[in-house]
């Protein structure tokens, strides 16, 4: 037993350091769904019913479908274009008159995003699985020029976010199996906006990082040997950040000096369905619930335990981020056919309702409701020993509008208007490497009476 152990703490740090030491490359959207190149391939469907040893980022209990000794490490790489189009109604009322529309637009305020995932399991005896994975949950890179018209609301900001999970699942018998697990998840972020029409007069809330915990539970129900259902939850994470305010120029009523908050990341609940029909085709489905609203708005506070403020020329502001998102959904359908036993060919679709609506929506994160289309395919390089994984997807964003005055009551409003809208959409290019070391101790035989 000590040895096991052992052997599993030895691989899963060399897991976690590999990942860490190649994942600081920046995410793409604030929520990363990009956590499993299988899933991809079908838009995610069924994903919290197994299929691949990455599905235990949706629910832990899935790895008990995995025998032996098993790796998966992935990288995504998310290409985004988001156009900024201010219309004639900009212009910076407070301080009367004046169009900020001359500064312009943005023709793409999205960067590429690498987000990388990593799994280990180990089955430790016939109903024990040990697991550890390896995630950037959360992520944000936008790039915008010093002077636009939505400067006030949007300048060069990221967010990147990196958790490890260890994990343990129970088969407690043929028909069902459960997982839990323990988040561990190091933010850090960089944030900056303007506050007046004028090149350098910015606050950027500078080297904010900290620490948040989270736990993960999931379990797993055959109701027969084609069909398995799957129901995952992700906790919510306070995550607790400090960093620095800095302001340029200071104006009265400014606080800049050192920073801190809480902010309320969401929880997920996935259920998911898989039903094999025949030994070539495979159904699935999914059903996503993202609890969005907890993060509510984000007030950052001095050393005092005060607001903190910035000048401005109409007066202090509060330095605060007024999220205040719906709850998110999203619901996909796919299919997977093998084709041979080295080739597996997938596919789906599937809708998502964003959590950013057109009250709250603003220039740095401009999100909106989307659909997806994916594809993707397994090719076995060592049958049952080494194989990869690819899929594609393209979504199509609906096109977002902005409004950010006084009339609107979009909370982002700090005294200068920005109306605008824009176009949006993003190609995903995922490839993973899976590893099986040992087919593990066989199952034991579960005695079930009626």
């Known amino acids: 037993m000590r040895r096991s152990w052992a052997n599993f703490l030895h691989a899963a740090s060399a897991l976690g350091l590999l990942v860490l030491a190649t994942g600081q490359a920046s995410a793409g959207g604030f929520a990363v769904h990009e956590q499993s190149t299988y899933g991809q391939g079908t838009s995610f469907a069924g994903v919290a019913a197994g299929g691949a040893l990455s599905s235990m980022f949706w629910n832990p209990a899935t790895i008990t479908q995995v025998p032996g000794v098993v790796s998966e490490t992935g990288m ?3 290409v985004t274009h988001a156009s900024q189009n201010p219309t004639f109604a900009t212009a910076p009322p407070s301080l009367g008159g004046g169009s900020l529309l001359s500064l312009g637009g943005v023709a793409n305020s999205a960067e590429l995003g ?9 089955q430790l005896n016939p109903s024990i699985w040990l697991g550890m994975s390896v995630n950037a949950p959360f992520g944000l890179m936008v790039n915008f020029p010093e002077l636009w018209a939505g400067r006030n609301y949007g300048l060069p900001s990221s967010l990147k976010t990196y958790n490890a999970t260890p994990t343990i699942a129970w088969r407690i018998n043929d028909w069902i199996s ?5 988040q561990i998840q190091y933010a850090k972020s960089d944030l900056r906006f303007g506050f007046a029409p004028a090149a350098f007069s910015e606050f950027t809330l500078d080297g904010l990082k900290g620490w948040g915990y989270g736990a993960t539970v ?3 129900l055959t109701p027969g040997p084609r069909t398995t259902i799957g129901i995952g939850w992700r906790s919510g994470i306070d995550q607790k950040v400090d960093g620095t305010l800095s302001v340029s120029p200071v104006l009265p009523g400014a606080t800049p000096g050192s920073i801190s908050t809480t902010v309320s990341l969401p929880d997920t609940v996935s259920a998911g369905i898989r039903h094999r029909f025949d030994e070539r085709w495979t159904l699935m489905g999914t059903v996503e619930w993202t609890n969005w609203s907890r993060l509510g708005t984000v007030i950052f506070t001095g050393p005092t335990g005060g607001v903190a403020t910035v000048g401005t020329p109409t007066g202090p502001v509060a330095v605060a981020l007024p999220f205040q998102y719906r709850d998110g959904w999203f619901f996909s359908g796919g299919a997977e056919y093998q084709w041979s036993e080295r080739l597996a060919l997938r596919s789906g679709i599937a809708f998502e309702r964003s959590p950013v609506s057109d ?10 409701d989307r659909f997806w289309l994916s594809v993707g395919a397994s090719w076995q390089i060592f049958p049952g020993v080494m ?10 964003v609906k096109d977002p509008s902005i409004n950010i005055s006084a009339a609107s009551g979009n909370p982002w409003f700090n005294g200068f208007t920005y109306i605008g809208d824009g176009a949006a959409h993003t190609d995903i290019f995922s490839g993973s490497l899976v590893w099986r070391f040992g087919a593990g101790p ?9």
């Open 387 to 396: 194989w990869f994984d690819l899929a594609y997807s393209h979504i199509w």
């Open 178 to 182: 459960v997982g839990a697990g323990v």
């Open 359 to 368: 009250q709250v929506r603003m220039p740095a994160i401009p999100d909106n």
């Open 76 to 78: 995504a790489g998310i």
């Open 114 to 122: 690498l987000p990388f995932n990593s799994y280990f399991s180990y």
């Open 218 to 220: 999931g379990v797993t």
């Open 442 to 450: 066989a199952p034991k035989k579960t005695l079930i009476t009626k």
